[in-house]
T-cell receptor, first 110, second 113 residues
Framework: GQQLNQSPQSMFIQEGEDVSMNCTSS?????WLWYKQDPGEGPVLLIA?????ELTSNGRLTAQFGITRKDSFLNISASIPSDVGIYFC??????????FGQGTRLTINP | GAVVSQHPSRVICKSGTSVKIECRSL??????MFWYRQFPKQSLMLMAT?????????EQGVEKDKFLINHASLTLSTLTVTSAHPEDSSFYIC?????????FGEGSRLTVL
């Protein structure tokens, strides 16, 4: 099946720093999604991208849908302690089926 | 508030027993729900697509006789792990779509002793 390559796998940053993570795919997706998962919880949608080249912001979060439709990135500006968690990219196939990246574990030092 | 709810959130069982996990859509009808499995520090892997009133569609490598899925109503899908073994211990998460957006349940952590 399809796989998404998400990097980096983990990040250790200082509070206030900006964060950038990305996903690449060997095939095209029509929709890219970014989720955050806290320990012991299900993923929560952060940003959804529907058009190639689309750049979307949600507060301190910004994500872009790559022109080739095979990649996407997520940026978090001015990180705060509550940003800690695991971030997953996901490409959406037909009928709402999602393929997830491996996740980026974000740790923030106060 | 939550739109998809799972129960139980945690379950511990003995090897050989069967465990049922429920996934409910709250205040909306879901003809399709999805079941994912997540091992520690790993990504979510789609196990099966649950279809109301018909058989579930399983992903390659997922044993349908091991993981029984029933979607008997428009608001409830159940996943039953039959004859559970320690290697079945995992975090099971369901999702359902409303207005084109997928929402995930809180997850159910299964520990098989």
């Amino acid at each position: 099946g399809q796989q998404l390559n998400q990097s980096p796998q983990s990040m250790f940053i200082q509070e206030g720093e900006d964060v950038s993570m990305n996903c690449t795919s060997s095939s095209i997706f029509n929709t890219w999604l970014w989720y955050k998962q806290d320990p012991g919880e299900g993923p929560v949608l952060l940003i959804a991208l529907y058009k190639a080249g689309e750049l979307t912001s949600n507060g301190r979060l910004t994500a872009q849908f790559g022109i080739t439709r095979k990649d996407s990135f997520l940026n978090i500006s001015a990180s705060i302690p509550s940003d800690v968690g695991i971030y997953f990219c996901a490409g959406q196939e037909g009928a709402q089926k999602l393929v997830f990246g491996q996740g980026t574990r974000l740790t923030i030092n106060p | 508030g939550a739109v998809v709810s799972q129960h139980p959130s945690r379950v511990i069982c003995k090897s050989g027993t069967s465990v049922k996990i429920e996934c409910r859509s709250l205040d909306f009808q879901a003809t399709t729900m999805f079941w994912y499995r997540q091992f520690p520090k790993q990504s979510l892997m789609l196990m099966a697509t649950s279809n109301e009133g018909s058989k579930a569609t399983y992903e390659q490598g997922v044993e349908k006789d091991k993981f029984l899925i029933n979607h008997a109503s428009l608001t409830l899908s159940t996943l039953t792990v039959t004859s559970a073994h320690p290697e079945d211990s995992s975090f099971y998460i369901c999702s359902a779509a409303i207005s084109g957006e997928l929402f995930f349940g809180e997850g159910s952590r299964l520990t098989v002793l």
